[in-house]
């Protein structure tokens, strides 16, 4: 290999050394921190960007997207002095390369840190039934606890989940049987209120059926004495007709000797009807009134046989 060759091989390695050196390709959600003689100078956004050749270099490379950054369970004690475990997970986002790159030497590990003792402070300030209710108000504490430290590092803490909260055995037990007993509580009052309420229901359908009776009952009486009361109207009106009728017939010819015919028929009839009932002999007071009245009857009787038959 000759001269020219080598000299040919070491410019070309030259020239891709330089435009390495030179072109720059950041990718989508990116930020790379460009320093020139090791000052800050600018930061690099997505896309195709150019830097001079042995005098800028990239200091740091971020990343623009959300980031979830599990926190290390801990022993945390709470105003009641019980030791509870907690685990967590924080999700943050860089906003700011340079703040990011200059404003600490690791943010990863120092917003790490940090909802670490805010989370031991935040517990520490309630009792343990409290811990498991309020869950909310702890991570919003510790959100804007460090949002405000890490905007110095140029990150944006967005949000803090509590992943668990293991309280000792012992009081995981007595816990336990606080909830049994409570549900037995429960359920015994959920009884007792089935029965008072089926006592309800049973004195209300024994008042509804009462009433019920009562009212059958009394629209009972009111139709039978609408039927007797028609009934005697009917009675009345069938006697009035046949008073009117017997007076009707009374006016006329021959109607009170008719009269006179029934009633000593009907005189003669009970006479003979009571001797025939009992041993003792009824003569009545006055034979001569019996006389009369049978006398009377007969010559009616001949006169009816002896007319002429009015057709």
């Known amino acids: 290999m000759d001269v020219s060759t080598i000299v040919g091989i070491v410019v070309l390695i030259i020239v891709i050394m330089t435009a390495a050196q030179t072109l720059k390709i950041v990718p989508q959600q990116h930020a790379w921190v460009l320093e020139r003689l090791g000052r800050y100078h600018r930061t690099l956004t997505p896309g195709l960007s150019f830097a001079v050749p042995f005098v800028d270099r990239i200091a740091y490379k971020h990343i623009l997207k959300e980031i979830p950054l599990e926190v290390p369970s801990q022993v945390c004690i709470t105003r009641d002095n019980t030791q509870l475990q907690v685990d967590g997970v924080l999700y943050f986002q860089v ?12 943010f990863v590990f120092a917003i790490t840190q940090l909802s670490q003792t805010t989370l031991r402070s935040v517990i520490g300030k309630l009792e343990l039934d409290k811990t498991f209710e309020e869950r909310n108000f702890i991570n919003h ?8 430290a890490a905007s110095n590092w140029g990150v944006k803490v967005l949000r803090y989940e509590i992943k668990d909260l293991t309280p000792p055995k012992e009081i995981l037990h007595a816990m336990q049987a606080q909830i049994t007993a409570e549900r037995e509580k429960r359920a015994l009052i959920a009884a007792s209120e089935g029965r008072k309420q089926e006592q309800i ?26 039927g007797q009361a ?8 069938a006697n009035s007709q046949a008073i009117q009728k017997i007076a009707a017939a009374i006016q006329s010819n021959g109607g009170m000797e008719a009269v006179n015919l029934k009633v000593a028929e009907q005189y003669v009839t009970a006479f003979g009807n009571l001797a025939k009932q009992g041993t003792t002999l009824i003569v009545p007071g006055n034979l001569a009134d019996m006389s009369s009245m049978i006398a009377s009857a007969l010559t009616i009787v001949n006169k009816g046989k002896g007319a002429p038959e009015v057709r």
């Not at 906003?95 to 690791?106: C, F, I, L, Q």
């Not at 504490?141 to 405000?148: H, K, R, T």
């Not at 009433?211 to 009486?221: F, H, L, N, V």
Request: no cysteine.
């Open 201 to 226: 229901n049973i004195a209300s359908g024994s008042r509804e059926a009462s009433i019920q009776k009562s009212e059958g009952e009394r629209q009972a009486a009111i139709n039978q004495a609408q």
């Open 95 to 106: 906003t700011d390369p340079m703040k990011a790159s200059y404003g600490s030497s690791n």
């Open 230 to 237: 028609a009934a005697i109207l009917a009675v009345a009106e």
């Open 141 to 148: 504490s510790i959100v804007s606890s460090l949002d405000e």
